[in-house]
């Protein structure tokens, strides 16, 4: 069973930046797709971006395009999703997420995925 450890959250003021890591166990890291999700307080989980296994691309919900950057290390293990720009309706729980199967395939949705971290918070203040 792999283990996802997100870090890197914090309260942060508007306008401000944050780089978010989703280290992973295991040695099959590299086989995954992986995506970053958000659970804002009272709201549901919403998918925030993926980047695929092979080709690398990744995919930006409409909210965040522009200000957010999902890359990863194989060589570490590591997901990571740099937030620039930040706003007050960033404020969420950030959950990193992996792939349900080793197929490279676009992942959009929670149903696409099959191991979550425990999440890690972010706060933007105005």
């Known amino acids: 069973q792999v283990q996802l450890i997100e870090s890197g959250g914090g309260l942060v003021q508007a306008g401000g930046s944050l780089r978010l890591s989703c280290a992973a166990s295991g040695r099959s890291f590299s086989t995954y797709g992986m995506g970053w999700f958000r659970q804002p307080p009272g709201k549901e989980r919403e998918f925030v971006a993926s980047?695929?296994?092979?080709?690398?691309?990744?995919y930006y919900a409409d909210s965040v395009k522009g200000r957010f950057t999902i890359s990863r290390d194989n060589a570490k293990n590591t997901v990571y999703l740099q937030i620039d720009s930040l706003k007050p309706e960033d404020t969420a729980v950030y959950y990193c997420?992996?792939?349900?199967?080793?197929?490279?395939?676009?992942?959009?949705?929670?149903?696409?995925?099959?191991?979550w971290g425990q999440g890690t918070q972010v706060i933007v203040s105005s």
């Open positions: 997420a992996r792939g349900s199967d080793t197929i490279d395939i676009p992942r959009l949705s929670a149903a696409d995925y099959g191991s």
């Open positions: 980047i695929r296994v092979k080709s690398w691309i990744t």
